[in-house]
């Protein structure tokens, strides 16, 4: 299996949505889109905690390579930033960089200053810097920013509102509040076919996202799926 081939299934799964000059038709799902804002998320969302599982197997069925990564982060104090992050890559998901196990804490608190790195084993302590914790944190949100179009993070709001003219049947509330978009047996791309589920909360951040791709000549597969609570109680680390 090729990773950059997979990897292009997954990008096209999360942007084969982009197109320009959209216009929504009313009801529900426009009114809900047209909510979206990157100020009421920054406003609103305090802490986060993010599962991340990417999975990829050959034409037998077999696993043959394997990611997570788990993230947590506390904003609701500025001046008392905390983040988490725990990732590792098995198999065919190694990045180049062959890192296999990675964590990192970082935070401040009324009493101590607390950085540190484990990489494969290796422990190193970080300075840490209030303002790059906090944008690091950001960057859960969003990555860039274009004039008004933010995009790059967990931030799904702009690119739902400029692409919704031509994806709209997709979209649907489900039970509990959220939109959900839904793309079945899709083949837009020549010689492979995805599946995609994902919701969005009210101010336009990912709340949960499936999507599962396979290569139809060789019948290799990629599975990816990420969870997200917001606002919640965190059970926050001192040390690593």
């Not at 997979?6 to 529900?28: A, M």
């Not at 988490?84 to 990675?102: F, H, I, W």
């Not at 739902?160 to 003219?165: L, Q, T």
């Not at 031509?166 to 492979?192: C, P, V």
Request: aromatic share 16%.
């Amino acid at each position: 299996m090729k990773k950059r081939y997979l990897k292009i299934l997954l990008l096209i799964s999360i942007f084969t949505l982009c197109s320009c000059n959209s216009k929504i038709p009313e009801g529900p799902i426009r009114d809900y889109i047209e909510g979206f804002s990157i100020n009421k998320a920054l406003d609103n969302i305090f802490t986060a905690s993010l599962e991340y599982y990417n999975y990829e197997y050959n034409s037998s069925g077999e696993e043959i390579g394997k990611a997570y990564c788990y993230f947590e982060f506390d904003r609701s104090n500025e001046k008392l930033p905390y983040l988490y992050l725990y990732r590792t890559y098995e198999g065919s998901l190694v990045q180049e960089d062959d890192v296999k196990e990675k964590e990192v804490l970082k935070y401040i608190d009324e009493s101590k200053t607390y950085g540190c790195e484990i990489t494969d084993g290796v422990r190193k302590d970080l300075t840490v810097d209030k303002t790059k914790i906090n944008d690091s944190i950001t960057s859960f949100f969003y990555k860039d920013k274009t004039y008004d179009y933010y995009r790059g993070g967990l931030y799904y709001g702009d690119l739902i509102k400029i692409s919704a003219e031509k994806w709209h049947i997709n979209f649907s509330i489900s039970e509990d509040g959220l939109l959900r978009y839904q793309l079945i047996n899709d083949m837009t791309y020549e010689g492979a076919i995805f599946n995609t589920d994902y919701t969005v909360t009210k101010e336009g951040m990912l709340k949960d996202y499936y999507y599962d791709g396979t290569i139809i000549e060789t019948k290799d597969k990629i599975l990816n799926t990420i969870k997200i609570e917001y606002n919640i109680e965190l059970d926050k680390r001192t040390s690593i």
